[in-house]
């Protein structure tokens, strides 16, 4: 009896201070539509990072002439340098194949090269683990004999594999600096709504109400306001990133910028932004009315 009773206090509450209610859900609403933002961009970033951490490969050019027992030898050395995950030899047509593959329709010219007049040479796929350092393995591969070329992008992969970790850990770090300014915010709105009331708890007091009896009714507060300030966020999350992927087809400037599927995203980043709202209504309600009790005991 005594949790309904809470609970019916709780919305009467948020009903008869609408005008502070709706203050402090426009606060938390606001702070979530930038976390919604800042959390889609995370795991985007995420996604993306780790496409191009697997689509990384070490190229080796090997030596035309070589004999295919050197070739194997060669390989099961590659396979034993630290950071190796996996070694793939390419002879010439597949080489061929793949840039002509690269060009895409234009490329078919170059099929006047299949055969003896084939330029390319025969090479190593390399596939690394994640976070192996790319230049440290390519310099040992180039030591290898009858070793032509290594490429694997150079410095520019690594900067961009860097910067997308950056950006990634800079959005994590936004989202809680964010939460605790929801927290801030909505803490202090309560606060006020309580000194409102402040006359209403001293007659409850008075009458022998313990502080959990007072507190309970405003922490239901707290969390109608996080509920309420969490239905437009979560609303344009659902619909602004489904909007967004479609328009985009699902991929950011290249194949190698593929954005997260719309389900479940949208609904685990929803159901985020819910908890979030409740924590943040509950935890902002619970320090202002805590304060509140322990200064007039």
Partial sequence: MNITRHVKEGFIGVLRHSAMSVSAATAVMITLVLMSLFLLLTLNLSQITKNVEESVQIHVKIVDGTSMETIDAMKAEIALIPGVKLVTFSDKNAELDRFIAAFGEDGKIFEMYRGEDNPLRDAYLVDVVKNAPLDI?????KLL???????YGGDNTLRLVSLMESIQNGGLILVSILWLLAIFLISNTIKITIYSRSEEIHIMRTLGATNHFIRFPFLIEGI????MGSIL???????GYQYL??????VLVSNLFILRPIYPMVFQVSGILAGLAVLVGL??????VTRHLRWNR
Wanted: hydrophobic letters at 55%; zero cysteines; proline letters at 3%.
């Fill in 137 to 141: 393995i390519a310099a040992k591969i």
């Fill in 145 to 151: 004999d009858a070793i032509e070329g290594v490429n």
């Fill in 245 to 250: 992927y479609n328009a985009l087809g699902g």
């Fill in 233 to 239: 966020p979560i609303l344009l999350t659902i619909f």
């Fill in 283 to 288: 935890t902002g309600s619970f320090i202002s």
């Fill in 224 to 227: 109608l306001i996080g509920l």
